[in-house]
């Protein structure tokens, strides 16, 4: 019994060993530490291998050291000498690189084969026994911790142990039936086909419960990719339904960040790993994942490439529905805007005749000496309110009217500085100051003209009206990239961010006075001209707003 146990002792470390070794072998991502590793594996697997030799050659010529048995122990002796300094180097790169768990394992495991080495016969069945828990230790950090950057992967593991399993069951079947032979006078070929068959009656049920702890795990993974999808369905935000998808995963996986990048925004050098999201033909973006400190994921490889198909589908659904929602919106506002348009121009219609008769009789009174000596003040005072109405009404109908498809050159630089030489006197009259910060030779090939001073009127004349006397308003235009960046920047109270989008709709004002269309305008320009309008408020500690306009296809004559 003695000897089955020595035999079976030296096969499992001996099996273990070369397992690790071609396990080692095949990865080179460890650098020195992992290559010292895998010398600690091979001379102590050099040792087992020896002693299993000398058992079997024993065996098979007898009792006494024949020359043969004698270099095979030699060379076992070799392997074992030589295991020594190689895992004293694996333990002092386990501190060095902070794997303090591996690094006392190893320590107690190595410990325990040196004092059995210095109690018993070198070879013995104690001191195999002491020396198999190193194997065992290594195997269950690179499976548990990827120690030194190595991985043992989870299928690798199985497909180990049911093959040792097996192996060692076939190799003790003889030794087994000698036993029985020898204690029960039996006949061992019969003995030998029973343990065989018992054999092969247990490893097909083990086999079969291995299948169906895989596939429970599998259907598992499954389940948990169809129950993040069914929770993240809730949420209608794609930017919230991202960070759920990113957080779910990386508490699920324990990984050390995950990240979803859309439309292809990949940070280079920041991720480990990162799997495609694909839907309909289309990449939407990319998973992206940092498994430092050292895993690899080969295990959750599967596991990753589902789920990023569902997040791909779950997100894509949800761009496409706020696509579809925001063209629903945008026709919904075209068609309020046309109403309104025709409203404003029916109304600026019926107030512009009676308002050019009023105007006209108060310059007849004006121009009458006995009646604008007692009535000249109030005179003035109509005349002024009825421009200012007329003025507004003009605003009005160039709202309500249609923009031509007019597309010229136009040289934006010169457009802008004409415009503020005839906003200077203005300014100056409100007792503010205009600066201009103006890059020469802008251009936009096909535009219009028009449209573009409404925008440079507008936003200009409502920094104006929003500045505080003795305040700057500082104009700047220039490039970003291949578009036109137009800016105006007031030291005005600023405006509050939930307003930020409401002061670009029709008839919304702040102001005592105004129409509130000057944005609506702004707004509806740029986007005939195919640019965007942003505010960004406030700008400083005391407030101010800014009006950022963007002109694509900008080109610049040097």
Do not use: C
């Not at 000897?3 to 095949?26: D, E, M, P, Q, R």
């Amino acid at each position: 019994m003695t000897s089955l146990i020595h035999a079976l002792a030296l096969v499992f470390g001996t099996a273990l060993y070369v397992y690790l070794f071609a396990v080692l072998s095949s990865q080179r991502r460890a650098g020195r530490p992992g290559r010292m590793l895998l010398a600690l594996v091979a001379s102590s697997g050099l040792w087992y291998l020896g002693w299993l030799s000398v058992f079997y050659l024993r065996l098979a010529l007898g009792p006494g050291d024949s020359a043969l048995i004698t270099a095979v122990a030699v060379l076992a002796h070799a392997g074992g000498w030589a295991s020594w300094p190689a895992g004293i180097a694996v333990a002092w790169f386990a501190w060095r690189e902070g794997e303090v768990p591996f690094y006392w394992s190893l320590l107690a495991a190595g410990a325990i084969s040196g004092i059995a080495s210095g109690i018993w016969t070198l070879g013995s069945l104690q001191i195999v026994l002491a020396t198999l828990p190193v194997p065992l230790v290594i195997i269950f950090f690179l499976y548990r911790d990827q120690i030194f950057g190595l991985l043992l992967p989870r299928s690798a593991l199985l497909a180990a142990a049911l093959g040792g399993g097996a192996a060692l069951y076939v190799l003790a079947v003889p030794l087994a039936a000698a036993l029985v032979e020898s204690s029960f006078g039996t006949v061992p070929e019969g003995v030998q086909s029973l343990l065989l068959l018992a054999g092969v009656i247990t490893f097909l049920p083990l086999y079969n419960a291995v299948l169906a702890y895989e596939e429970r795990r599998q259907a598992g993974h499954r389940e948990w990719v169809r129950g993040i999808a069914r929770d993240a369905a809730g949420l209608f935000d794609w930017q919230h339904r991202a960070r759920f998808f990113e957080q779910r995963t990386a508490a699920h996986l324990k990984l050390k960040s995950v990240r979803i990048a859309l439309e292809g925004a990949v940070e280079p050098g920041s991720f480990t790993h990162r799997w495609p999201l694909e839907s309909e033909g289309r990449t939407w973006g990319w998973l992206l994942i940092d498994a430092t400190p050292r895993r690899r994921l080969d295990d959750d490889a599967q596991l990753l490439e589902s789920l990023a198909q569902e997040i791909a589908h779950s997100l894509s659904t949800l761009r496409l529905l706020d696509d579809k929602l925001g063209l629903e919106r945008e026709l919904v506002r075209q068609e309020h805007l046309a109403s309104l348009g025709k409203v404003a121009a029916a109304v600026a219609h019926e107030i512009r005749n009676p308002l050019s008769a009023i105007r006209s009789i108060t310059q007849v009174m004006l121009e009458d000496e006995e009646i604008s000596s007692v009535h000249e003040r109030d005179l003035r005072y109509i005349l002024s309110e009825t421009e200012r109405l007329a003025s507004s009404v003009k605003q009005l109908l160039g709202y309500s009217k249609p923009v031509e498809a007019l597309e010229t050159d136009v040289d934006v630089s010169a457009l802008v500085e004409s415009a503020m030489a005839a906003l200077q006197h203005q300014a100056a009259g409100m007792q503010l100051r205009l600066a201009l910060q103006a890059e020469p030779g802008w251009h936009l090939p096909r535009s219009n003209p028009d449209l573009l001073s409404q925008v440079v009127l507008n936003l200009v004349l409502n920094a104006l009206q929003s500045a505080p006397p003795g305040s700057e308003v500082t104009v700047e235009l220039g490039g970003r990239g291949p578009d036109l960046l137009f800016t105006v920047t007031d030291q005005g109270p600023g405006i509050p961010p939930e307003m930020h989008e409401r002061i670009f709709e029709p008839f919304f004002t702040t102001k005592a006075k105004g129409t509130g269309l000057g944005l609506s305008i702004v707004r509806k320009a740029v986007h005939h001209l195919h640019g965007t309008v942003l505010v960004e408020s406030p700008t400083g500690e005391s407030g101010g707003a800014r009006f950022l306009v963007t002109l694509p296809g900008a080109e610049r004559a040097l």
